[in-house]
């Protein structure tokens, strides 16, 4: 059931989503300063092309 609803997430707007993610990625990437912003857009991105069954952690508090 993930498969076939992450096939449809993507078909009618995923990878419009997840292309803007890597866009802003590679745009805060240019600057050393937006590096970390940056990878954090990427996984953002990865989460926007498969939405379904993806499990989000937290991986350190402030």
Do not use: D, E
Not at 5 to 14: D, K, Q, V
Not at 43 to 50: C, G, P, S
Request: hydrophobic fraction near 55%; include cysteine.
């Amino acid at each position: 059931m993930r498969l076939i609803l992450n096939i449809l997430w993507i078909i009618f707007g995923g990878f419009i989503s997840a292309g803007g993610w890597i866009l802003a990625g590679c745009l805060w990437c240019i600057t050393i300063i937006g590096i970390p912003w940056g990878k954090q857009y990427f996984k953002i991105a990865r989460l926007a092309l498969r939405p379904f069954g993806a499990v989000v952690r937290r991986t350190h508090y402030l």
